[in-house]
């Protein structure tokens, strides 16, 4: 594909510069060429472009109706407005916040006990990296616990996968034990897999294509079980209340049922940051 030039302005006067490409490429156009780098596209259980401009909908791409909502703190619909819309590159993102969250239905979809393997691909701009998700399935509400999965950058493990027992307390990370700090302002596709056998060392994690996982802890940990808490930007405390929201501008993130290789996530990964305007 050669690389052209253009300009056009959407329904909302926002002017996009196109560096890829001959054309335009939308969230679509990359979520299909994803579907072609996956080793089975059906195992894409969720893929979102962050490019609305109006209503309270993301879109799922995967054509398996996982559409996100665009929410408050106090998790009531909001228009995709109030989450600050913006461009980098030809890509559209929301901004994401201690007031502005997502979240999708709970679904089977989402839930990825033991033994089955998944991946994960979230390109953002973060905005603010302490103590705040970048995507979580769990709910520590007192008497309806019900804990799965978290994937933050957290205190003294910067950027970690948490899983959890929901039946216990039991939990085991993979995390990269470095600061992150000079992430914040700049594209970046953080990515995560897990082979489905019990054991830390199984998760690994990648910053844009490189895997940087460098410590584990584990403690009680038996098995993720498959719990109805919403995969979400946020978990929610033992009052009910919104916790470590997202702080981020999103641009796309894909979930997949698969275990994706090394040069898989590196060729998504260079997709995400072309569609950001960043060199791969």
């Known amino acids: 594909m050669g690389i052209g030039r253009g300009v056009y302005t959407d329904v909302d006067g926002y002017e996009r510069r196109i560096h890829y490409g001959r054309r335009g490429m939308s969230g679509k156009d990359f979520a299909n060429a994803i579907k072609g780098i996956v080793t089975n596209p059906s195992n894409i259980k969720g893929m979102w472009a962050f490019d609305a401009r109006r209503g309270s909908i993301i879109t799922d791409l995967s054509g398996n109706g996982h559409d996100i909502a665009l929410r408050s703190n106090a998790l009531a619909e909001i228009d995709a407005s109030a989450c600050s819309p913006g461009i980098v590159g030809s890509a559209p993102y929301l901004t994401f916040d201690a007031t502005h969250v997502w979240d999708t239905p709970d679904s089977d979809d989402f839930s990825c006990e ?10 953002i701009i973060p905005v603010n990296i302490t103590n705040r998700c970048l995507f979580a399935k769990r709910s520590d509400v007192t008497g309806l616990t019900q804990k799965e999965y978290m994937v933050s950058f957290v205190g003294g493990k910067p950027y970690y996968q948490q899983f ?3 039946t216990g307390t039991g939990v085991q990370t993979r995390y990269y034990n470095t600061a992150l700090t000079s992430d914040i302002g700049a594209v970046h596709v953080y990515g995560t897999t897990y082979t489905g056998v019990f054991a830390a060392i199984n998760q690994k994690i990648y910053r844009d294509s490189t895997q940087v996982d460098d410590s584990s802890t ?5 098995a993720m079980e498959n719990k109805s808490a919403k995969l979400a930007s946020y978990y929610l405390d033992a009052a009910g209340a919104v916790a470590y929201p997202a702080s981020s501008k999103y641009i796309f993130m ?7 290789t090394a040069e898989q996530i590196t060729n998504i990964t260079t997709l995400l940051r072309r569609y950001a305007g960043v060199a791969a």
């Open 218 to 222: 584990a403690a009680g940990y038996t």
């Open 164 to 166: 959890d027992d929901s």
């Open 254 to 260: 894909v979930f997949l049922k698969e275990l994706l």
């Open 114 to 123: 033991e033994p089955q393997a998944w991946s994960t691909l979230t390109a």
